[in-house]
């Protein structure tokens, strides 16, 4: 199985914040790399697919960016419905697996 | 707009089996893969396995003994069955949608149901 490791576990920013959250992967997964938003008590949703594309109707201050292991998910403007934690994904082969999360708080 | 909703049991006997339905609307269910995720209480998201069109199944080798997946295409459903359960095995359980462009990208989400694991 391949392996996805997330940095930091959680954080801490203050509204207006440029926040970077970072996903290494066991092997190269090229760019088969998915960012999930979960807010407390919700479904995940997906905001980046293939490394840095954004999904649909998510906002802009979103990106991602990598290939191969690194990966990165930006926010350039925190703001607080942000609050939620984040996971990476590898969708370049089965099984699926997902990173152990970022939890991200405001201060 | 696709909607997808979980329904089962909440309470499952430890060494029996847990039953899960997904009901996809909005959607022809046989044009998307279909997956299943858990997430145990206060842990992360695990992939369970997905289906397509019942004839390309693919589950976690951590559970592949115990998972087996259908569609009904008839009533627009998908179904997971998880066998010989434990306490392990207490989750939220999520069922979600292939992207389409390619497999593994779980674009819509049900809202998730709890299944606990207990005697």
């Known amino acids: 199985d391949i392996q996805m490791t997330q940095s930091p576990s959680s954080l801490s920013a203050s509204v207006g914040d440029r926040v970077t959250i970072t996903c290494r992967a066991s092997q190269s997964i090229s760019i088969y790399l998915n960012w999930y938003q979960q807010i407390p008590e919700k479904a995940p949703k997906l905001l980046i697919y293939?490394?840095?594309s954004l999904q649909s109707g998510v906002p802009s201050r979103f990106s991602g960016s990598g290939s191969g292991t690194d990966f990165t998910l930006t926010i350039s403007s925190l703001q607080p419905e942000d609050l939620a934690t984040y996971y990476c994904q590898q969708s370049y082969s089965p099984p699926f697996t997902f990173g152990q999360g970022t939890r991200l708080e405001i201060k | 707009q696709v909607q997808l909703q979980e329904s089962g049991p909440g309470l499952v006997k430890p060494s029996e089996t847990l039953s899960l339905t997904c009901t996809v609307s909005?959607?022809?269910?046989?044009?998307?893969?279909w997956s299943w995720i858990r997430q145990p209480p206060g842990k992360g998201l695990e992939w369970i396995g997905y289906?397509?069109?019942?004839?390309?199944?693919n589950s976690n080798p951590s559970l592949k003994s115990r998972v087996t997946l259908s569609v009904d295409t008839s009533k627009n459903q998908f179904s997971l069955k998880l066998s010989s359960v434990t306490a392990a095995d207490t989750a939220v359980y999520y069922c979600?949608?292939?992207?389409?462009?390619?497999?593994?990208?779980?674009?819509?989400w049900g809202q998730g149901t709890m299944v606990t694991v207990s005697s």
């Open positions: 293939a490394a840095s």
């Open positions: 289906i397509y069109n019942s004839r390309s199944t």
């Open positions: 979600a949608r292939d992207v389409g462009a390619a497999i593994g990208i779980f674009d819509i």
């Open positions: 909005g959607d022809s269910i046989s044009s998307y893969y």
